[in-house]
């Protein structure tokens, strides 16, 4: 019932920007917690950053800092991620998430994921 599709990902140079786009459907992002997250080859996934459903509390790694910003729209139940400056190391898929719990803790559901490549 829950679904969550990434749009938005693409290549880019570095310094460039992208904005992803998570549309969900079966929830509200009234209740739940949206996170992004990024897997590179070779690499664990990892959290990107991830907005709560109180107040649109948001938590983001060091690496990205000052770079991205998470943003919701709830008419839309659309959460985006604008990633400015980036980095060849930000190539990656990226994924939203859903947290019922509406705390950034717990994911349950997960989109497909958009590639994200930087590179010149």
């Known amino acids: 019932q829950v679904r969550l599709v990434e749009s938005g990902g693409g290549l880019v140079q570095p310094g460039g920007s992208l904005r992803l786009s998570c549309e969900a459907s079966?929830?509200?992002?009234?209740?739940?917690?949206i996170g992004w997250f990024r897997q590179a080859p070779g690499k664990e996934r990892e959290g990107v950053v991830c907005?709560?459903?109180?107040?649109?509390?948001?938590y983001y790694i060091d690496s990205v800092k000052g770079r991205f910003t998470i943003a919701r729209d709830k008419a839309k139940n659309t959460v985006y991620l604008q990633m400015n400056s980036l980095k060849p190391e930000d190539t990656a898929v990226y994924l939203c998430?859903?947290?019922?719990?509406?705390?950034?803790?717990?994911?349950?559901?997960w989109g497909q994921g958009t590639q994200v490549t930087v590179s010149s």
């Open positions: 079966g929830f509200t992002l009234e209740y739940s917690a």
């Open positions: 907005i709560n459903s109180s107040d649109g509390i948001t």
């Open positions: 998430a859903e947290d019922e719990t509406g705390w950034c803790r717990e994911y349950d559901s």
